[in-house]
């Protein structure tokens, strides 16, 4: 079976230096704020799992006017400079906005985020554009962000658009306060409710908050809202660090840490919970380690810390502090791919119960340090584990020519 795959244009050397409340959708909205209600469709029955589909980069770093679309296993391929690493962080600081993280934690660094060639306008501004759509019960809900990174890092448009109408606008209007002039879809008595948000947070984040609920423009308003919101505060950023891994570690809250330090401490918790589909990580780990593997055992220490093991099944356990580099980062990755948010260190929004949302991993580097082998069967579980619609993986890679045949990848090539 031939793997889906998109190109992304390369890099226009320029942008425009001017962000405004205009600038936030690369395309023109298909209708105001003010519009009343739209008309009921007839439509197919959609997924009701809140999950990313689109990743857009309008003027991001070194991508322009681009769209990805993200399917329930996603690989961006290219070589180095390509913009990989840059697609993933921007997916997680979309996340990190979603979570209602201030500007400053999800960019830590927001001028690199500006195109290179971007020129600042008469006030000196610069900035970057950024968007996504969530898919689930409201049908695909697109979300577009203008941020000014110079001379202050702060949000000046956004727009929450879903079914052809805006339910969210913001714009900055005066630059000598630190809030954005909002107006939000009311459908009542006024078909508008304008009110000022902070500007160096995501509106579409603090709209449950603001909006009480009372008429059917606002419960439409806030079902986009929390969508949005469900889908992007679902992603877990992975990145193995095998020399964390082999160390003992102390027990603790049982929940998977991003560089994966902790495995340990989470076996020993997941073990025991859930034991079909620990089996199924054996399984996992023996078709890609070498040697062996008829179980995973975490053994606790008499220092009150615990250690993880690989049961060779003869009486014999290899301590992992003893597996490669690659085994270790193979191990991790399993582990990730057949756990869920209740065991990933991550903000999930524990309100929503599972069966509406997606847990999304990315995962930077995904073939690092890994063999064929390791990397065709750990392409296989996530590919299987986004089948059954609970768990969608973003990652990186170098080259995917590996992943052909793999059912349910899109791969989207990138050059530099």
């Known amino acids: 079976m031939a793997v889906p795959s998109v190109s992304a244009e390369p890099s226009v050397p320029s942008v425009s230096a001017e962000l405004s409340a ?21 439509r197919p029955p959609l997924d009701i799992r809140c999950r990313i589909t689109e990743l857009r980069l309008s003027a991001f770093a070194g991508h322009r006017r681009a769209g990805f679309p993200l399917g329930p296993v ?23 906005l979603g ?75 005066d630059p000598g306060r630190r809030t954005v002039q909002a107006a939000w879809h009311t459908a009542g008595s006024a078909p508008v409710t304008r009110a000022p948000l902070p500007d160096d947070r995501l509106g579409t984040a603090l709209l449950p908050l603001r909006v009480a609920g009372k008429t059917d423009g606002q419960r439409r308003v806030l079902a986009a809202a929390e969508q949005m919101v469900v889908a992007l505060r679902s992603v877990f950023p992975c990145d193995p660090r095998p020399e964390r891994m082999r160390v003992p570690v102390p027990t603790g809250s049982g929940r998977l840490l991003p560089g994966c330090d902790n495995l340990a401490d989470v076996l020993w918790r997941t073990r025991a919970e859930c034991a079909r589909r620990h089996g199924r990580l054996v399984e996992v780990l023996h078709a890609g380690c070498a040697g062996r593997v008829a179980d995973l055992v975490a053994e606790p220490l008499t220092d009150g810390t ?42 999930a929004p524990g309100e929503v119960p599972d069966a509406l949302r997606t847990l999304t991993v990315l995962a930077d580097g995904f073939d690092r340090g890994l063999d064929p082998g390791q990397r065709r069967e750990l392409l296989r579980t996530a590919a299987g584990m986004g089948e059954r619609g609970h768990i969608r993986c973003v990652a990186a890679v170098s080259d995917a020519s590996w992943s052909a045949g793999t059912p349910g990848v899109t791969v989207v090539h990138l050059n530099p």
């Open 22 to 42: 205009a600038d936030v959708s690369a395309e023109p909205p298909a209708a105001d704020v003010s519009a009343g209600t739209v008309p009921a469709r007839s």
């Open 74 to 96: 996603t690989l961006f391929a290219g070589p180095s400079g390509a913009g990989k690493t840059t697609a993933l962080a921007a997916y997680e600081a979309l996340a990190r």
């Open 99 to 173: 979570g209602g993280a201030p500007l400053a934690e999800a960019f830590l660094d927001p001028v690199a985020c500006v195109p290179e060639r971007a020129r600042p306008d008469a006030e000196g501004r610069r900035g970057f554009r950024i968007g996504c759509t969530a898919d689930g019960a409201e049908g695909p809900v697109r979300l577009d962000v203008a941020v000014q990174a110079e001379p202050d890092l702060r949000i000046v448009g956004e727009r929450l658009t879903a079914r052809g109408v805006v339910l969210l606008e913001t714009a900055l209007r």
């Open 306 to 347: 615990v250690r993880a093991l690989l049961d060779r099944g003869d009486g014999f356990r290899t301590d992992v502090a003893r597996l490669g580099d690659g085994e270790l980062r193979y191990l991790a990755l399993a582990l990730v791919l057949l756990t869920g948010p209740g065991v990933l260190a991550m903000d």
